[in-house]
């Protein structure tokens, strides 16, 4: 399993992807007097995802998701990331924890919290990851994955409690 890019694409690229869909953030002349920089790679990759996200989202419908259209944008990602199993999953994983980091959030007042979901998220990653370092035969890793799995998932059901107790439909 390999999840080194052969070709990685420059700052310079992907600042042109996001120039092509016309999505570049503005470089402050000032900051960036030579454009895009080595250190800048991460920032803008993060900036082409979440155009690239907000594509599908809006070809595919906001808060519903026909089943042949995220399937379409799935063949895309897949033949991206090509047939190696574990490499998608170590790209999920990552997936996962940069949407479990969107959700922490400042602490909002009082139920319903976004702590289930971000619970959610943090048990899926988790999970995914016991899996990555049983096939690599990496039991001590695989029990502490479990164990902070585990432990997502009360704080899972802690979060549906609140919710619950929120809508009325039982006691705190």
């Known amino acids: 399993m390999s999840i080194r890019s052969v ?3 420059s700052a310079e690229q992907i600042y042109a992807a996001l120039v092509a ?4 953030p503005v470089l402050d002349p000032d900051v960036w007097p030579e454009g895009p920089q080595v250190e800048d790679r991460l920032r803008l990759l993060g900036a ?3 155009k690239t996200e907000l594509e599908i989202t809006a070809s595919t419908g906001v808060g519903r ?3 042949e259209d995220v399937a379409e944008a799935l063949l895309g990602w897949t033949e991206q990331a090509g047939p ?9 994983a990552n997936r996962l924890q940069l949407t479990a980091v969107q959700l922490m959030g400042p602490e909002e007042e009082g139920p319903p919290r976004r702590a289930a979901s971000w619970a959610a998220v943090v048990a899926a990653t988790d999970a995914l990851s016991a899996r990555l370092f049983f096939e690599r035969g990496d039991i001590r890793a695989t029990r502490r994955a479990l164990d902070r799995t585990e432990a997502s998932v ?3 059901l802690e979060g549906l409690h ?11």
């Open 7 to 9: 070709h990685p694409v």
């Open 21 to 24: 869909l016309g999505a570049e």
């Open 48 to 50: 082409l995802l979440a």
């Open 65 to 67: 998701q026909p089943l």
């Open 84 to 92: 190696d199993s574990q490499v998608s999953s170590v790209v999920l």
């Open 154 to 156: 009360i704080a899972i």
């Open 162 to 172: 609140d919710l619950r107790v929120a809508i009325g439909d039982i006691e705190e």
